[in-house]
Nanobody, 124 residues
Framework: QVQLVESGGASVQAGGSLKLSCARS????????MGWYRQAPGKERELVSR???????TYANSVKGRFTISQDNAKNTLNLQMNSLETEDTAIYYC??????????????????WGQGTQVTVSS
């Protein structure tokens, strides 16, 4: 059974830094990468960053240059270093594990497993 457990969420002041971690356990067949998402109160869940199995990274425009995603394959851990935090970064942060599935005759890398989330609160 796949489990994802996030940690590192906290309350910080604007301009501060936090490092989130996501510990993954269990085997994922057709694994293709991991991602961080966030959901602010009253808003839909949005992508923060992804990292593919080959190490390619993607960032939301709002976090580019401030956040860095990384993974420790030996420890099955996904990290998100967040610097220069802004009040708009306040949200619950979730990690996701991705796996390939077939859709329309093509392989699609899809968010399949989710953690419970960790709260990040940034105050001014």
């Amino acid at each position: 059974q796949v489990q994802l457990v996030e940690s590192g969420g906290a309350s910080v002041q604007a301009g501060g830094s936090l490092k989130l971690s996501c510990a993954r356990s269990g085997y994922i067949s057709n694994y293709c990468g991991m991602g961080w998402y966030r959901q602010a109160p009253g808003k839909e869940r949005e992508l923060v960053s992804r990292i593919s199995i080959d190490g390619t990274t993607t960032y939301a425009n709002s976090v580019k240059g401030r956040f860095t995603i990384s993974q420790d394959n030996a420890k099955n851990t996904l990290n998100l270093q967040m610097n220069s935090l802004e009040t708009e970064d306040t949200a619950i942060y979730y990690c996701a594990a991705r796996r390939f599935r077939v859709s329309g005759g093509r392989y699609v890398c899809d968010d399949t497993y989710w953690g419970q989330g960790t709260q990040v609160t940034v105050s001014s």
